[in-house]
C-alpha cells in the first residue's frame, strides 16, 4: 500500500509520461495483461488511456487492472490511468520511493 506522500512523488514522475496503453472497446484481455506486466518489469510506472469507446469507466478499468497483476493504482483522472509496481528483479528497480 502506498502512503500520500508516495502516491504523490509517483503522480509527479508520471506527469511528465505519455500513455504507452490504451483501453478501448475490447476492454482487458489476457495479451493487454501480459504486456503490462511485461512492462511494468522494466519500467515499474506506467500511465494507461481508457478510450471513450471502452466499456469500462476509468475507475474500473484502473481496478481490474491492478487486481489482475498486483500493481499500485497512483491516479484515476479523465480517462488517464496511473500505475506502479515495484519491479521483482532489483537489477530493474529504478524508481526509489519516498519513506
Known sequence: MLS???RAYLRGLANKENAIFQIGKGG?????LKEL???LEKRELIKITVLETSF???RGACEAI???IGAEPVQCIGNKVVIYRMARAKDNRKIQ???
Open 4 to 6: 500520500s506522500k508516495q
Open 28 to 32: 482487458i484481455n489476457d495479451e493487454i
Open 37 to 39: 506486466d511485461i512492462v
Open 56 to 58: 469500462m469507466s476509468t
Open 66 to 68: 491492478c487486481e489482475e
Open 97 to 99: 520511493l519516498p519513506k
